[in-house]
């Protein structure tokens, strides 16, 4: 008996196919592999209250990742969805349609405010029988009717007020294929007052259009705000990943001493794998189902609520089908792929599981590569990110993703290294730390989500701190000096007069500094042939209006003042040229390409004095020739505007609304406008909210899924708490032992990621050319809510913590 | 003794780290005959059995089962054989918390590929013979000590092992049931000619092995050798 | 049979230590007795494979008569041996109560026969180790045979089984405990 001694080659390993003998499960059939998954989804299943819970907790955390990624999935989709819609009840015209056919119609718009909802409206006039009708209406409504969106419909059955100003009969509902959602307020009214603009966009109040949906333009926000939505996407969906990971690792050290009891009754390694993929697959198949249920229950909750006036169908919420498919095959398959790898550094023998690697320093170079791979992929677009050039989306999102994960990956070197180090202390840090020692891979990875989400708010943060400016826009408005704004098309004079006389009457209104405007150009415009005519606006208005709107001193009825642009304004060249004392000015207004009508000349009196422009209350600052009715006769404008500048009472919080009532009922095309000292881009403000919601989404995730672990950790080691406390180990100290060893590991995630963070926003800040600027506060508040939801799952799990403690801990199985 | 040896062991070494477990140990196992290892705690008993069950790699030495080599066999090889050949019994912990007793003493069969319907058939008659019918439905965690070794006895026997590995299948047991599994267990092995390699430190537990072996400090002497 | 010990000289032993009168009084207690009867309740409870002597019972009988602890109730005239009726007295009530109210004194066992076996290979440069596992392999030997003789379904064998097995059991730690230490013992003797 003498064979050799030594060739225990491949003793350990698992079989990788060389070698000579044949396993007998070699090319494992289809029936093996579903025995095998069987088997693991058996486990996921059965394992009585406890084994249960730890699937339900999969599932849920599976499920809420899935849900989120659905609701991405489906923001695309819903988007195109909405903007199909929008195109496609477009009334403004592609072109001039000069006359009308049976089957044009005229339209005007008339939107309005009320109560700080904005209400779309549209009045329309068919100019024959075939008209078109817009999307969701199948008849146009008669003059004086009206069809309503729903929501609009309940708005004005509760307001009086909105009633008054929208008088028309409500002959029906708009249908949904002409909303983008239930809360929008639109209306299409019939209209008999319409009339046609003619070539030159005077003369009328409608155009004239020959259907729906002609035009399509997007709010091109421009590549800062598509690097701002690119990485927002990429801060809230990674930890969304790295909680669908952490949820199928549940229970993982059970699973291997579970599997270790099978490898002794004969389950060789790939089996074992095979079961373990089926238990993570069963937690993710369950979860995918869970995600689906709670997307789709979230969706219908989605139809009563509006953010900032946007709603949105249930229907057109629907993920686009190869983003569903992905999210299907992809969270499996993530499932699978994340077991193996945990398993990879663990053999899983019959007397139990042998970590390998144990006492190897984790090597720390691959784990730095990672970000700065991601850094360099950043780093071509370095001050690249402005005006209108195109953002690399694919490039750039690698990039922020790659440091994001570097944050991670570099994670459990540096929890090693500096758990490694730490000595003595009080009992309770002993133990947490001597725990820590032997587990800092599952202590690293408890907290990688708070990581990556603290990383990535941070790098936001800054991002939006330094691009605020971009968005955020000062009007030079002066609320205390008017209120409210208010711009008619006028026939002539006498009607603006008394539509800034209805305007001052109206209830709430204070003061209303009306004028007329129209514009003027050069003398010999009707020779001029190469169409360059001169643009030379005028202003009529009484003497303490004039004042709200250049730097008049002296000013009586008959005054004239010539006010000379400011800086970047008009064109001083002409206004130097042709606004003079003495000179004149033809007032039939500059034509758009041909000289049209006979020129109405008027001499700038002599006595004209020039004043500087005064910032007016809504902030612009106007130019031109500034003349007191007296003056100059408004009739001999042409296309005048009526414009009304008003000072509201404070006491009377309705005073806007009574002033858009009375507006509204001085014909078509009156606009009013709020005066407000900012104004901020809508799409900014959503994507602000969208932060937040997404990041107290991602947190309350995190936190679940921390507390699981924690729970689980304990149950764990319940029968060595109960030995601690049977030799009289305070409760106190082992209640801190669990505190410590959340919160070093916290504490470090936390440093990690503000660095990480600080980083990733440097780079980002790099991008748009904008100086370095930390944002501590931001970062402090974030590490706070990092913090804040540690120690929340540390109170939490203390409930459990006592009750394990109890004696009956000791209990054997 | 006529019968070719089932199992054989020559000069077996093992060590972990600088401890030897194993200093040369020798051991016949044949068929139908139940061996008790017996030796003082840390003797090396339980490394050899997991030696000889091809569950740990010895560092040197020859261990041969029906006459292949178990040294050179392939983890896959050797799992195989543990299910179809090897049936274990361990004093606690081998049975999988997740399953009901039925199923665990099923899952060597549905391992080696049976329908869980015929698996578990044979799995409660098995329960049946070892007079824990009653538990078949309830989990490892829900029965009591003895219950839990008759049903690992039960899952050791149901895939008609030839060899039972058994490391002091009554240490967590009090004399009476530990007594009550020792009696089912060889009767069972008994019947079915299966070989039992028992691992215990009590002699009342080697009393029901037909022959015993010793090992002391890692070297085991074989009786029917020295004999 | 190899020799030293046996199951039967074991049994011997423990029942030996017993007093045959008590015993044969408490089967009294239920009851007045034939002499035959008396034997045959006896064996069947504590003879086992060793049946009382019929002239044992007898002459137990005898003393206990002239004690004044049992009376004859009555002779049955016949055929063969005369057939007295025994009933246990007052006197012998107390006694039986006094009997098992007395604890057994705990057996030392001291194996003297076995040290002084050790002692001596040890000073003639023999191997005690191979005695020891000599001896060893015998008890375990007798321990196999009782373990056996347990399956049967008889409840009262199987605790008399047990009581040897524990007993030798003992006897094997002890082994097991000389052998591990016995360098030690060859370096005391030795000295």
């Known amino acids: 008996m003498s064979a050799p001694h030594e060739p225990f080659a491949g003793f350990d390993r698992a079989p990788s196919g060389a070698g000579p003998d044949r396993a007998p499960d070699s090319g494992a059939g289809v029936r093996t592999w579903a025995r095998d998954l069987a088997l693991g989804a058996r486990f996921a299943a059965g394992g009585g209250r406890e084994g249960w819970t730890r699937t339900v907790l999969t599932a849920v955390g599976v499920g809420l990742g899935v849900a989120l990624l659905l609701l991405a999935a489906a923001v695309p989709p819903m988007m195109t969805v909405r903007d199909h819609k929008r195109v496609a009840r477009d009334a403004m015209s592609s072109g001039y349609v000069a006359k009308p056919t049976d089957s044009t119609l005229l339209s005007a718009e008339a939107d309005t405010t009320y109560h700080d909802k904005d209400i779309t409206g549209i009045l329309l006039q068919p100019d024959g029988p075939n008209a078109a009708t817009p999307p969701g209406v199948t008849k146009l409504p008669a003059p004086g009717h009206m069809v309503v969106s729903p929501a609009l419909h309940r708005l004005l059955d509760g307001s009086p007020l909105l009633r008054q100003r929208i008088p028309y009969t409500i002959d029906g509902a708009i249908g949904r294929a002409g909303l983008m959602g239930p809360a929008e307020l639109y209306f299409y009214a019939g209209s008999d007052r319409l009339t046609a603009r003619d070539a030159e966009y005077r003369n009328g109040n409608a155009d004239r259009i020959t259907g729906f949906g002609h035009r399509s333009n997007s709010a091109v926000m421009g590549p800062t705000f598509d690097l701002l939505l690119v990485i927002m996407l990429v801060v809230l969906l990674l930890p969304v990943g790295v909680f669908i990971a952490t949820a199928v690792r549940l229970g993982g050290e059970r699973r291997d001493r579970r599997l270790a009891a099978l490898r002794l009754v004969g389950a060789d390694n790939r089996m074992t794998r095979r079961i373990a993929a089926g238990e993570a697959l069963f937690g993710s198949v369950l979860g995918l189902l869970v995600g689906g249920g709670l997307f789709f229950a979230g969706r219908q909750l989605a139809s009563h609520v509006t953010i900032r006036g946007i709603s949105a169908y249930p229907a057109d919420m629907t993920p686009a089908t190869t983003l569903a498919v992905l999210i299907v095959l992809a969270v499996p398959l993530t499932a699978v792929a994340v077991t193996m790898l945990s398993l990879r550094g663990t053999a899983i023998e019959p007397l139990g599981v042998v970590r390998q690697g144990v006492g190897r320093g984790r090597r720390v170079w691959w784990r730095l590569v990672i970000p700065v791979v991601g850094l360099v992929l950043l780093l071509p677009q370095f001050g690249h990110v402005h005006g209108d050039s195109n953002l690399n989306v694919y490039q750039t999102a690698t990039g922020a993703v790659l440091m994001l994960i570097g944050v991670t990956a570099v994670l459990p070197w540096v929890v090693e290294q500096v758990v490694g180090r730490l000595r003595g202390g009080p009992v309770a840090w002993q133990l947490a730390t001597r725990r820590l020692q032997l587990s800092s891979n599952a202590a690293a990875r408890m907290v990688s989500g708070v990581t990556v989400a603290v990383a990535g708010a941070i790098a936001l943060q800054m991002l939006f701190t330094a691009v605020d400016g971009d968005f955020v826009h000062e009007t030079g408005g002066d609320p205390s000096r008017a209120q409210v704004m208010v711009d008619a098309p006028v026939a002539n004079g006498a009607q603006a007069r008394d539509f800034n006389q209805r305007i001052a009457a109206t209830r709430g209104v204070r003061q209303a500094y009306g004028y007329v405007n129209a514009d003027a150009t050069q003398p010999d415009a009707d020779r001029v042939r190469d169409g360059d005519f001169a643009y030379l606006p005028v202003v009529v208005g009484d003497c303490p209006t004039l004042r709200q709107m250049a730097q008049v001193s002296a000013c009586s009825p008959g005054s004239v003042f010539i006010v000379p642009p400011a800086d970047g304004m008009g064109d001083p060249g002409s206004a130097r040229s042709y606004l003079r004392p003495g000179s004149r000015l033809d007032l039939n207004g500059p034509p758009q390409s041909a000289y049209v009508g006979t020129p109405r000349l008027w001499t700038i009196p002599r006595t004209a004095r020039t004043a500087a422009p005064r910032t007016d209350p809504t902030g612009s600052l106007s130019w031109g020739l500034f003349a007191t009715p007296q003056a100059l006769d408004t009739s001999l404008l042409s296309s005048p505007t009526a414009n009304s500048m008003v000072v509201l009472d404070p006491r009377q919080p309705e005073a806007v609304e009574y002033v858009r009532n009375t507006t509204a009922k001085l014909g078509i095309g009156v606009d009013v406008f709020t005066v407000h000292s900012t104004t901020q881009q809508n799409s900014y403000t959503q994507l602000r909210r969208g932060l937040f919601a997404g990041a107290a989404l991602t947190m309350a995730l995190i936190g679940a899924s921390l507390l699981v672990m924690m729970l689980e950790q304990l149950r764990d080691r319940k029968k060595l708490l109960a030995v601690l406390v049977a030799f009289g180990t305070r409760r106190s100290a082992l209640a801190w032992s669990v505190l410590w060893q959340t919160a070093i590991p916290v504490v470090l995630g936390l440093v990690l990621a503000c660095a990480g963070g600080l980083g990733l926003g440097a780079a980002l800040l790099a991008m748009t050319s904008r100086p370095f600027h930390p944002d501590w506060s931001g970062m402090a508040a974030m590490s706070a809510i990092g913090a804040a939801v540690v120690l929340g799952v540390t109170l939490l799990s203390m409930p459990p913590l006592w009750r394990l403690m109890r004696a009956d801990g000791l209990r054997t199985e | 003794m006529t019968t070719e040896p089932l199992l054989q062991a020559t000069d077996v070494r093992k060590s972990y780290g600088r401890t030897a477990a194993l200093d040369g140990a020798d051991l016949t196992v044949r068929a139908g005959e139940v061996v008790a290892v017996m030796g003082p705690s840390g003797s090396g008993k339980s490394t050899l059995l997991h030696c000889l069950a091809g569950i740990v790699r010895a560092d040197s030495g020859e261990l041969r089962y029906r006459g292949q080599d178990l040294t050179a066999m392939s983890d896959g090889r050797r799992s195989a054989l543990r299910r179809s050949d090897f049936g274990f019994v361990f004093q606690f912990g081998q049975l999988v918390p997740e399953l009901t007793c039925l199923e665990n003493v099923a899952i060597p069969l549905r391992l080696a590929g049976e329908r869980r319907r015929a698996a578990e058939a044979k799995a409660a008659a098995w329960l049946e013979r070892l007079e824990v019918a009653d538990v078949a439905g309830q989990r490892p965690g829900e029965v009591s000590g003895g219950q839990g070794q008759r049903v690992a006895v039960a899952r050791a026997l149901v895939a008609g092992p030839r060899v039972i590995f058994a490391d002091e299948p009554t240490g967590a047991l009090d004399s009476l049931n530990g007594e009550r599994v020792m009696r089912l267990l060889t009767d069972a092995a008994h019947d079915t000619g299966a070989a039992v390699v028992l691992v215990t430190h009590e002699a009342r537990v080697a009393a029901y092995s037909d022959r015993e072996i010793v090992v002391r400090d890692g070297k085991s002497r074989d009786t029917e050798r020295v004999s | ?191």
């Open chain 3, 1 to 191: 049979m190899r020799g030293g010990y046996t199951w039967r000289v074991y049994t011997a032993c423990s029942v030996g230590g017993m007093s045959i009168g008590h015993t044969l009084l408490g089967l009294l207690e239920s009851g007045p007795r034939h002499g035959y009867d008396l034997k045959r309740a006896f064996d069947e409870r504590f003879g086992h494979d060793r049946p009382l002597a019929y002239g044992q019972v007898y002459s137990t009988m005898a003393r206990l008569l002239k004690n004044g602890l049992v009376e004859v109730e009555g002779i049955e005239p016949g055929g063969g041996p005369e057939r007295k009726r025994y009933a246990i007295t007052d006197a012998g009530i107390t006694d039986v109560e006094a009997w098992l109210a007395q604890p057994e004194r705990p057996e030392p066992y001291l194996q003297t026969t076995l040290y002084t076996k050790v002692v001596l290979a040890l000073l003639t440069g023999r191997s005690a180790a191979d005695l020891l596992d000599t001896q060893r392999a015998e008890h375990l030997r007798l321990m196999r045979e009782l373990t056996r003789r347990k399956s049967s379904d008889d409840l009262a064998d199987q605790l008399i089984c047990d009581h040897a097995l524990f007993h030798l059991e003992a006897d094997l730690r002890w082994l097991e405990l000389t052998a591990a230490r016995l360098d030690q013992l060859a370096a005391a003797v030795t000295r």
